[in-house]
């Protein structure tokens, strides 16, 4: 199972919104064959270890990580896909809480006289699989706020500088969460601010996969020569409005190639809440949030983000006026406070980076 682990992480970048799946079939204590979920749309983890058989596989075991569809979907029923390959026994890391599948795979493969055992490193594929996990249960979209701030707690100093506050080795890390996740959030004001591209750019000769991009934009004041709105790239850019922007500017942002989304609104900003449900229902399943104080603010507030990642440099700039990881106008109380708990800390150089899920 732990083998099947690792091939399951291989697929991270590729087959989002589908799980992470990886699958090891073993013979006469033997592993015979291996495979994973590499693509959206393409063969699972259990048809891609079939494939790579080298010898026949019939009375032998199976690993697989997450429990075998048995639905047709943008592919065959694995579960089927089993029994016609005369698996003698499937062990499973989790079931699969999908509603299409929940329960069902293990039913067809009991019924077929395949002996099931279930529930094996389930935590660290739950841990693994935790975008895929909220994203089936709740149709809204995981969300990783990322910020990188100075010892002293800021972003940039008190002239908006913040090229760069965390080392070169972190920055390559976060180009990697850029591929893990489908999406890449940011404000209008950053926009304004730093004109950035927000591409995946990995190390080596990996291969990445841009994210879609959203600007939150309420009043829809993005320039229009913004980088983000005239990439060229396969991944879209997506700027979300209020009822109230300017309907000619919407216009120009779509005649550029871009999707625009009209939001409800509270306080006169671009309700987050109805914005990630919006996304959610475009199939958008997890959002790497880069904002600025102000966005990561309303997001906190809003309760949308589930994860932080904090990268904390040992740098001290000071300045009543530079800016902090979130803004806005603050919680009154110290009890009130938002909360992180399963806390990971990760030295990378001579950077830390603090991992940990939100508490509400």
């Given at each position: 199972?732990?083998?099947?682990?690792?091939?399951?992480?291989?697929?991270?970048?590729?087959?989002?919104?589908?799980?992470?799946?990886?699958?090891?079939?073993?013979?006469?204590?033997?592993?015979?064959?291996?495979?994973?979920?590499?693509?959206?749309?393409?063969?699972?983890?259990?048809?891609?270890a079939?494939?790579?058989?080298?010898?026949?596989v019939?009375?032998?075991?199976?690993?697989?990580?997450?429990?075998?569809?048995?639905?047709?979907?943008?592919?065959?029923?694995?579960?089927?896909?089993?029994?016609?390959?005369?698996?003698?026994?499937?062990?499973?890391?989790?079931?699969?809480?999908?509603?299409?599948?929940?329960?069902?795979?293990?039913?067809?493969?009991?019924?077929?006289?395949?002996?099931?055992?279930?529930?094996?490193?389930?935590?660290?594929?739950?841990?693994?699989?935790?975008?895929?996990?909220?994203?089936?249960?709740?149709?809204?979209?995981?969300?990783?706020?990322?910020?990188?701030?100075?010892?002293?707690?800021?972003?940039?100093?008190?002239?908006?500088?913040?090229?760069?506050?965390?080392?070169?080795?972190?920055?390559?890390?976060?180009?990697?969460?850029r591929?893990?996740?489908?999406?890449?959030?940011?404000?209008?004001?950053?926009?304004?601010?730093?004109?950035?591209?927000?591409?995946?750019?990995?190390?080596?000769?990996?291969?990445?996969?841009?994210?879609?991009?959203?600007?939150?934009?309420?009043?829809?004041?993005?320039?229009?020569?913004?980088?983000?709105?005239?990439?060229?790239?396969?991944?879209?850019?997506?700027?979300?409005?209020?009822?109230?922007a300017?309907?000619?500017?919407?216009?120009?942002?779509?005649?550029?190639?871009?999707?625009?989304?009209?939001?409800?609104?509270?306080?006169?900003?671009?309700?987050?809440?109805l914005?990630?449900?919006a996304?959610?229902?475009?199939?958008?399943?997890?959002?790497?949030?880069?904002g600025?104080?102000?966005?990561?603010?309303?997001?906190?507030?809003?309760?949308?983000?589930?994860?932080?990642?904090?990268?904390?440099?040992?740098?001290?700039?000071?300045?009543?006026?530079?800016?902090?990881?979130?803004?806005?106008?603050?919680?009154?109380?110290?009890?009130d406070?938002?909360?992180?708990?399963?806390?990971?800390?990760?030295?990378?150089?001579?950077?830390?980076?603090?991992?940990?899920?939100?508490?509400?």
């Open positions: 199972m732990q083998l099947a682990y690792n091939l399951a992480k291989k697929g991270c970048g590729g087959v989002n919104p589908n799980p992470l799946v990886g699958a090891v079939i073993v013979k006469d204590n033997k592993v015979i064959s291996e495979g994973y979920h590499e693509i959206y749309g393409g063969p699972h983890a259990e048809v891609n079939f494939r790579s058989a080298k010898e026949p019939e009375g032998a075991t199976m690993y697989v990580t997450l429990e075998p569809c048995s639905h047709y979907g943008k592919t065959p029923p694995c579960a089927q896909a089993i029994v016609d390959n005369k698996i003698a026994r499937v062990v499973i890391g989790m079931l699969d809480p999908n509603p299409l599948v929940s329960g069902r795979g293990v039913k067809l493969l009991q019924e077929h006289g395949i002996e099931v055992e279930s529930d094996f490193l389930s935590a660290e594929l739950a841990q693994m699989n935790r975008v895929f996990l909220k994203f089936i249960q709740t149709k809204t979209p995981y969300m990783v706020m990322k910020t990188a701030m100075t010892l002293d707690g800021k972003i940039a100093s008190y002239t908006g500088d913040s090229r760069w506050v965390s080392n070169e080795l972190s920055r390559a890390k976060v180009h990697e969460l591929n893990e996740l489908i999406a890449i959030m940011v404000g209008v004001d950053t926009v304004i601010a730093d004109n950035p591209i927000l591409t995946t750019r990995l190390t080596g000769d990996k291969k990445g996969r841009n994210p879609i991009r959203i600007v939150v934009d309420s009043k829809a004041r993005i320039p229009l020569d913004s980088k983000i709105l005239n990439t060229g790239t396969k991944a879209k850019t997506i700027v979300a409005v209020t009822p109230d300017d309907q000619s500017k919407i216009n120009e942002i779509k005649a550029l190639g871009n999707e625009v989304v009209i939001v409800g609104e509270k306080n006169g900003r671009v309700d987050l809440n914005l990630v449900q996304l959610g229902e475009k199939g958008i399943d997890g959002i790497l949030l880069e600025g104080a102000t966005l990561n603010y309303a997001a906190l507030e809003s309760q949308v983000v589930d994860e932080v990642h904090a990268y904390i440099a040992p740098k001290i700039i000071g300045g009543y006026e530079a800016k902090t990881p979130v803004g806005g106008k603050g919680i009154e109380k110290m009890k406070a938002v909360n992180l708990q399963n806390i990971h800390f990760e030295n990378i150089a001579d950077d830390i980076l603090v991992i940990g899920e939100v508490v509400y």
